[in-house]
């Protein structure tokens, strides 16, 4: 009961990331007629989807979690703390419809693109990242100093890590329904 916002937090963190990351983000396609006509640009037909999902993730997942290191959740009582992640990480749904307006599998798609620039595909990418980095390291930092006794808090912390595998388990399954959407 004492971490049910932490647990809520990672859950909603790894859930909404995985809604999207990677199912639709590598769907995407760069929006350039070049590649489409000559195909002779290799940033685009060879490194686009691998730079801006993959490595744009991965450095921005780490760079997230060094962030929870440094700036520390504001607030001194507890509860802020789990209310200000809380409320980040449901804020994090925004990010299914804002990737589902991308150019996401532009031949086979009924939504309108919306954002048709690469640079804010790359945007929402960092973003989604560093919040994922930051909010799930901010959760396993602050969630089990809840309680002072150790063996409260190792169970904390492996109650935590089993919200963040099943947020990731529903969100894998999730995403099938979602690139339905498009």
Same mark, same amino acid.
């Given at each position: 009961k004492?971490?049910?916002?932490?647990?809520? &937090?990672? /859950?909603?963190?790894? /859930?909404f990331?995985?809604? *999207? /990351?990677?199912?639709?983000?590598? #769907? *995407? %396609?760069?929006?350039? !007629? !070049?590649?489409?006509v000559s195909g002779s640009n290799k940033w685009e037909s060879e490194y686009f989807t691998p730079v801006t999902s /993959?490595?744009?993730? +991965?450095v921005g997942d780490s760079f997230g979690r060094i962030l929870a290191n440094i700036f520390k959740v504001p607030g001194k009582s507890n $509860?802020?703390? !789990? $209310?200000? $992640? $809380? @409320? #980040?990480?449901?804020s994090r749904a925004q990010f299914i419809p804002l990737f589902l307006f991308c150019? &996401?599998?532009p031949t086979k798609r009924s939504l309108p693109v919306v954002f048709d620039n690469d640079g804010l595909f790359m945007l929402? =990418?960092?973003? #989604? +990242?560093?919040?994922n980095g930051y909010l799930g390291n901010a959760c396993m930092l602050?969630?089990?100093? @809840? %309680?002072?006794? +150790?063996?409260?808090? %190792?169970? @904390? &912390? =492996?109650?935590l890590i089993a919200f963040l595998v099943l947020g990731q388990a529903l969100g894998s399954f999730t995403s099938y329904y979602i690139i339905q959407l498009l």
């Open positions: 004492m971490s049910k916002r932490y647990c809520i &937090a990672i /859950f909603l963190t790894s /859930f990331t995985l809604c *999207v /990351f990677p199912s639709i983000t590598v #769907l *995407v %396609e760069p929006n350039t !007629q !070049q590649t489409k /993959f490595i744009i993730s +991965s $509860l802020r703390k !789990q $209310l200000f $992640l $809380l @409320i #980040l990480a449901i150019n &996401a599998a929402f =990418m960092a973003l #989604l +990242s560093i919040g602050y969630g089990p100093k @809840i %309680e002072n006794k +150790s063996a409260v808090q %190792e169970k @904390i &912390a =492996m109650l």
